[in-house]
T-cell receptor, first 111, second 114 residues
């Protein structure tokens, strides 16, 4: 089966940098995605990595190392509105088309 | 453009009852997936439909069923409700099955089973 591990909670102050790590186990890795979900809201897509390396989108960046089965989401210049849960997710070729999510990392940004 | 829509937003049922949740994908999207999200956990995959055919099924009992209509909207049915079925049910649409995994989620239906 597939499994993903990410920290349960991270706290930081405005303007700081936060890195959320994600390690995964899967038999037919296709790519690693990141989603943001505010309390009471729907998950929204942030990024996708299929190849090794860093993808940058504004204040957020995502990294993947396929050989280490590891990725991370980097949140820079933290703002209060970044307080949310962040999920890594993989699609596994061997598991059909389902998207498997990690348990989520709750990020709390303090003034 | 309208995003993914789901109805109803909230629902309260009692054990043993049946429920039908509805989802309309983004215009032009042919794939719809259903997820169950228990509070404090990540979404768990239930079903995926593409072009009206089931393309994936998660580890959920047969009490859960779904279908997709010719206009690509979808329904999720849950029979014989249990207390443990209380959760946020999310629908997500995507253009196809391949690509960058980007799925667009609807606001969800909050189901409470008493």
């Amino acid at each position: 089966g597939q499994s993903l591990e990410q920290p349960s909670e991270v706290t930081a102050v405005e303007g700081a940098i936060v890195q959320i790590n994600c390690t995964y186990q899967t038999s037919g890795f296709y790519g690693l995605s990141w989603y943001q979900q505010h309390d009471g809201g729907a998950p929204t897509f942030l990024s996708y990595n299929a190849l090794d390396g860093l993808e940058e989108t504004g204040r957020f960046s995502s990294f993947l190392s396929r050989s280490d089965s590891y990725g991370y989401l980097l949140l820079q210049e933290l703002q209060m509105k970044d307080s949310a849960s962040y999920f890594c997710a993989v699609r596994d070729r061997a598991a059909g088309n389902k998207l498997t999510f990690g348990g989520g990392t709750r990020v709390l940004v303090k003034p | 453009d309208a995003g993914v829509t789901q109805s109803p937003t909230h629902l309260i049922k009692t054990r043993g009852q049946q429920v039908t949740l509805r989802c309309s994908p983004i215009s032009g999207h042919k794939s719809v997936s259903w997820y169950q999200q228990v509070l404090g956990q990540g979404p768990q995959f239930i079903f995926q439909y593409y072009e009206k055919e089931e393309r994936g099924r998660g580890n959920f009992p047969d009490r859960f069923s779904a279908r997709q209509f010719p206009n690509y909207s979808s329904e999720l049915n849950v029979n014989a409700l249990l207390l443990g079925d209380s959760a946020l049910y999310l629908c997500a649409s995507s253009q196809g099955l391949a690509g960058n995994n980007e799925q667009f989620f609807g606001p969800g239906t909050r189901l409470t089973v008493l």
